[in-house]
């Protein structure tokens, strides 16, 4: 009699262990700290960049943090070519002296350990041209997706859209009066490494403003479209 039961039971379990296992790719419900579910290729690099810019590895965001900052901060101040070459500068130096170090080293100890960078001389860094075109397609997809909303735009196929890129354009006038590149990088890289982590910490309170915010701006949307005229007659088309 005792079989028959187990026999009832097993569909329930089968069924809710089945149900369980479509979640686990997507990392606990898509919570902004949980890396996204991707395919299988582009999982890893899209998932590196999420663990960095949400300081998973305090270690490892600091240094890419630290370095691009000073990178930025020194093209602020000194000129491309000055800044490349002194990195150049800086590197060799530091290769150069390790050479030089793990040979007086081998020399007075007499050992055969060889050149210090065998191992990352004998990598293999050549380029194929199966991941070759495999880079140029997926470039390829972008390109034409940004032609497409570029002629899309400035042929005003959507009068509101083409005024939105207007009334952008006319503000990044005075934001590039007042900084210029290397000045809009920087703030773009402290937005970067700070935004989403900030985002994650009070996600509630802000979807909370920036929905009461996206309503007004769709209501104020919705009542200049009613005032154009090309804009109503298309929609009631």
């Known amino acids: 009699m005792a079989e028959p039961s187990a026999a009832t039971q097993s569909p329930s379990v089968s ?18 700290g949980a890396c996204p579910a991707l395919g299988a290729k582009s999982c890893g690099s899209s998932c590196a960049v999420h663990d960095l810019i949400f300081w998973r590895d305090v270690k490892k965001t600091g240094f890419v943090f630290g370095t691009t900052l000073i990178v930025l901060l020194s093209l602020a101040a000194f000129s491309v070519i000055s800044v490349v070459s002194y990195l150049i500068l800086a590197l060799l130096s530091v290769t150069i002296s390790f050479r030089v170090y793990k040979s007086v080293i081998q020399a007075v100890q007499k050992s055969e350990e060889g050149h210090p960078f065998k191992a990352y001389l004998d990598v293999d860094i ?36 083409s005024l939105k890129l207007a009334v952008f354009m006319w503000l990044m ?49 919705e009542k200049i479209q009613a005032k154009l005229p090309g804009v109503a007659k298309k929609k009631a088309e």
């Open 15 to 32: 069924s809710s262990s089945s149900g369980a296992e479509p979640s686990a790719p997507g990392g606990g419900g898509g919570s902004p």
């Open 126 to 161: 050549t380029l194929s041209s199966e991941a070759f075109h495999n880079y140029m397609n997926a470039a390829m997809v972008h390109i034409n997706r940004a032609l497409k909303l570029v002629i899309r735009l400035f042929l005003v196929e959507d009068l509101v859209d």
């Open 173 to 221: 006038t005075y934001v590039g009066a007042v900084f210029n590149g290397i000045t809009l990088l920087i703030l773009g890289e402290l937005l970067v490494f700070s935004v989403p982590i900030v985002y994650e910490k009070y996600k509630t309170q802000i979807d909370h403003y920036v929905g009461i915010a996206r309503d007004q701006t769709k209501s104020i949307v």
